[in-house]
């Protein structure tokens, strides 16, 4: 049984996500593969209304294609100033194409009159597991609060982090780099949670 499991499915295309999922799990006994290693999976579509939702569709969407226990992350920004937008439609915010840069310039410009006092904002992951039958074994959330920064700052990191300022510091995600954000960032809490189901999985099936 445990032979079953040295194979984990992240199941994600996103470069900058799968790096740090990755760098989180490291010492795992999996070997990490994403959607890229399964080129003919159909994109599960993520129809669900909150994070968590999306997160268990595609844990199980995946595991169903590719057989394999799967780990599936949905997470976004949600902005105070713009009741909760992009939230989970982060990816998408400025059209399905947009590149990374595009989504920050969008919601810079929606925030354009609002003061720096007034841009509270959160980022935050939903990670699920799915075992190789797709049925979802454990679902885990984590958030970091911030503000939103008046413009980009930073070339580390992806999607809003040169514009997110988490709280108790100066810098954005971008700015103070993967070391310290792997500690602090709401996929890292997330994740953190989901490390330990993991380890007692492979303990479980080991013993057993």
Same mark, same amino acid.
């Given at each position: 049984?445990?032979? #079953? ?49 999306? !997160?268990? =569709?595609?844990?199980?969407? %995946?595991? #169903? ?23 989970? =439609? ?51 959330? *984590? ?6 920064? =008046? ?8 999607? %809003? ?15 103070? *780099? ?11 809490? !997330? ?13 479980? =099936?080991?013993?057993?």
């Amino acid at each position: 049984m445990v032979h #079953s499991l040295t194979q984990l499915l992240i199941a994600t295309h996103n470069h900058g996500k799968l790096k740090e999922v990755r760098q989180l799990l490291s010492d795992l006994p999996f070997s990490l593969l994403s959607l890229r290693d399964f080129p003919e999976t159909v994109a599960v579509q993520e129809l669900g209304s909150s994070f968590e939702e999306n !997160a268990e =569709l595609k844990a199980a969407g %995946y595991a #169903s294609q590719a057989g394999l226990l799967t780990l599936a992350d949905d997470s976004g920004l949600e902005v105070d100033a713009l009741a909760g937008a992009p939230g989970v =439609l982060s990816a998408r915010y400025a059209g399905v194409d947009a590149s990374d840069s595009g989504r920050v310039a969008q919601l810079l410009a929606d925030l354009s009159g609002v003061a720096e006092a007034e841009r509270s904002a959160r980022f935050v992951s939903a990670v699920a597991i799915a075992d190789r039958k797709a049925r979802i074994l454990h679902m885990t959330m *984590g958030r970091c609060e911030g503000t939103i920064a =008046l413009s980009p700052r930073g070339k580390d990191g992806f999607g %809003y982090d040169p514009i997110f300022v988490p709280e108790g510091h100066q810098l954005t995600f971008a700015e103070l *780099g993967p070391d310290i954000k792997n500690q602090i960032s709401h996929r890292a809490r !997330a994740l953190a949670k989901t490390h330990e189901f993991l380890t007692s999985l492979t303990r479980r =099936l080991t013993d057993g």
